[in-house]
């Protein structure tokens, strides 16, 4: 299959917006951007990402409760990946090449718990396999051939190890986890550190670091090398996503398969803002207070950076190289 071909697959009904009010840069780094906007200060940059998921969110809110929402955004792909009985030899054509963080126990354990809340309200919905879980640090294409692919990995190789690596020397913080949604999926994100914790914990820690700077290195790395990076989206996002919908059933009235109920919609917006109370009142602490155990997350914990090819959509491929973690 050709890589038009692969990408008439992709899944491009989901749009990427800056919901953080930065402006354009004249460098050509995307990331180097609100960096400028924000000072350099790891608390404006927080201010920005908090901006983004919380605009994000609300924007998402009115979307399903509108009048005329049309139902949930249902991934073609992962439906029939996930219900063989309808295309029992397909195959995802979309392959792709990135650098995940990986989660550590911590904050797979507390998806884990999520994930279950999630089935609870609805029973029906896929979820992302534990071992699977990821943070694209950095998106280097996607939905293109798997020979194209092997080419841009080879590019890469003389920088794959000091990249795989860059976490070891480059630590970010990231805190306060909260739930995103939208008609297509949910998503654990968290926010850069800013001198949350206590005063002995930030003895030992660096915020001024953030992982918007960790994402902008890892661009000039990778561009370093002459590769080209055709990322999807460079937002001032850090999420996971933990779910998505592979069916109406669970919000579609009684008795019709495509129509969705208002009711449940309003059900599920609401657990879904529960959730996020319970998440702020468990696994969130401010400067001073001491760190709670799953609220905080420094990248390259237990893992260093994934560089893996392949169909990864989902969280499969295979991994060309793991960096080593702390």
């Known amino acids: 299959m050709s890589s038009t071909d692969s990408k008439t697959l992709a899944d491009t009904s989901v749009v990427f917006e800056d919901l953080s009010g930065v402006g354009s840069s004249t460098s050509e780094n995307p990331y180097d951007a609100l960096i400028e906007a924000c000072e350099n200060d790891p608390a404006q940059i927080q201010a920005r990402y908090e901006l983004h998921r ?8 009115s979307n399903l409760l509108a009048p005329g929402f049309p139902g949930m955004t249902i991934d073609p792909i992962l439906e029939k990946l996930s219900l063989p009985q309808q295309s029992i030899e397909f195959v995802d054509p979309r392959h792709c090449l990135v650098f995940w963080a990986r989660p550590p126990k911590m904050i797979r354990d507390l998806i884990g718990i999520i994930q279950q809340k999630l089935l609870a309200k609805a029973p029906n919905l896929w979820l992302m396999p534990l071992d699977h879980l990821h943070m694209t ?13 092997e080419k841009l990995v080879t590019q890469l190789q003389p920088k794959r190890e000091q990249i795989t690596d860059y976490t070891l020397t480059h630590r970010a913080r990231l805190v306060k986890p909260m739930l995103g949604y939208d008609g297509s999926a949910v998503a654990l994100s968290f926010l850069p ?22 994402r902008r290195d890892l661009y000039g790395l990778c561009r370093s090398t002459g590769v080209k990076i055709a990322s999807r989206y460079t937002v001032p996002s850090s999420h996971l996503t933990v779910a998505r919908f592979i069916t109406q059933a669970d919000f579609s009235k009684q008795n ?26 468990r696994f969130w602490f401010e ?8 609220g905080e997350w420094i990248v390259g914990q237990e893992k260093g950076l994934d560089h893996r090819k392949g169909t990864l959509w989902y969280g499969g491929g295979e991994t060309v190289r793991l960096g080593q973690g702390f």
Request: charged share 25%; net charge negative; proline share 1%.
């Open 256 to 281: 019709t398969a495509s129509q969705p109920d208002h009711t449940k919609m309003l059900a599920w917006v609401e657990y879904l803002e529960d959730i996020n109370k319970w998440l702020t009142e």
């Open 287 to 294: 400067s001073g207070e001491t760190s709670k155990e799953g």
């Open 54 to 61: 919380q605009t994000r969110n609300r924007h998402q809110r």
């Open 137 to 149: 640090a950095l998106e280097i294409t996607h939905s293109l051939t798997q020979l194209e692919i």
């Open 193 to 214: 550190a800013s001198g949350e914790g206590s005063q002995k914990d930030l003895n030992d820690r660096n915020d001024s670091y953030t992982y918007h700077h960790l």
